[in-house]
């Protein structure tokens, strides 16, 4: 299996903890585009369905 690569699909999972930080599960690589999306999901207000 050497020098073969086996293509899977991932997802990352982000989860904002109760002290307000967020966690990543299965992180993926970090685009620009990623990075901005992560940003403001950083910056909103908590969900009221906490």
């Known amino acids: 299996m050497y020098g073969t690569t086996i293509p899977f699909s991932?997802?990352?999972t982000v989860v904002?903890?109760?002290?307000g930080e967020l966690?990543?599960?299965?992180?993926?690589e970090l685009t620009q585009a990623l990075?901005?999306?992560?940003?403001?999901l950083r910056f909103s207000p908590p969900s009221l369905f906490t």
């Open 10 to 12: 991932t997802r990352m």
């Open 16 to 19: 904002r903890l109760n002290n």
């Open 23 to 28: 966690w990543c599960h299965s992180p993926v």
């Open 35 to 40: 990075k901005t999306e992560i940003d403001t």
